[in-house]
């Protein structure tokens, strides 16, 4: 802070005692040291009488007239009065309650909202390396099926050996499909797809590397 | 504190203690003695009569529920004058600060007792004060006005004590630039007066 009346240190220590010299809270010491100081800086001179005068203009009695007497009389008026709150509380009840409701409303809100986002990040639609492979039903095979073949084939080969796609198709175009007819052993059906036009290629899941 | 305060401050205990068991004597007492110093300070957040009663009465209805619970951290007009204080702030949020235009006052609400010399002072006064903040206005009041320390000023307006520090030097530095101004224009207005 630079003191209005920064001449020298002695103006800045002046500056800082001045109200309280003025008030009688300051110390004998502090007294004197302004009144020392005083006699010989005539800007803080002038300084202190305008805070005297300033000091004097405070103390002067509120220029708004009040009776005591009737305020008095209207306060005890007002503890008679059962549980009465202040005017302005009451007042203000409404707002306060819709204020309280929308801080209730948003807390719902944001806890519903963390619920879901908790559960999604429980279930993550990826998966890192170091996780284990998502189990595969047992006896499922990988199957990469001709790129010339029609849907139509396609659907046939799946139809006719009891075959239904439980996964795929992932990059290279393999599908995983597994029986559906419990008669059947793997192998048998690992045969049959291998032996099938337009499979290029299939092998059990468990096998492949 | 010196002896008259410390003498004040023991008997607004006594009648703060006897308030809390529902002595309504007590009460007028201690309403008595602060309505003068109240009407004054609060009169440096608003000028109108009806707020400032209102503010007054609501501070002293909370002074009278919350009398028991006072524990004698500080002393009792520090804690009644912050209790005014935030009431007053909460009046003023609600009603605005709507300041009443001092030409606008009927005359009989000037004290018929004042004279000449405090009329000049307190025109000066009002003309240096409307350059303040609120929160400037209340520091030079309750610092020059009411006497309070720096400490008791930070608890009443519930801030650090070096806040209070600032906005007294603002204050003061902000009045030392346009107070000797103003001297002149009340001066020149008064000699203008027939």
Known sequence: MTFPTDNGRDCSRAWEAMPWVLLDSAPQEQNEELMAHLSTCESCRAEFAQQDRLRRAVSLPSDIPLDANVGLKRLLARLDAPQEEPVRARQGGWFTRALVAAVLLQAVGLGALGIRLWSEEANPAYRTLSQTAAPVAAGAIHVVP????????????????????VGGPNDVGAYTVVATDPASTPEQTLRQLRGTHGIRFAEPVAGTP | MNDAENDADATDRLLLQRMSAGDRVALSVLYRSYHGRLCRF???????????????????????????????????????????????????????????????????????????????????????????SVDQRVVIELVYGVGHSLDDVAVIMQCPVGTVKARLFHARVKLRNVLPGLAGEVSTTKESVP
């Open chain 1, 146 to 165: 001709d790129t010339n073949m029609k849907v139509a084939d396609w659907d046939a080969v799946l139809r006719n050996l009891h075959l239904q796609v």
């Open chain 2, 42 to 132: 609060l009169s440096r957040l608003t000028r109108r009569a009806d707020i400032i009663e209102e503010v007054i009465n609501d501070c002293f209805w909370i002074a009278w529920q919350k009398s028991a619970t006072f524990h004698g951290d500080s002393r009792v007009s520090t804690w009644i004058m912050g209790i005014a204080y935030r009431c007053g702030l909460k009046a003023l949020r609600q009603h605005g600060s709507e300041p009443v235009d001092e030409d606008s006052l009927p005359e009989d609400r000037i004290p018929s007792h004042d004279p000449d010399d405090d009329r000049v002072l307190r025109d000066w006064l009002g003309k240096g004060l409307d350059r303040l």
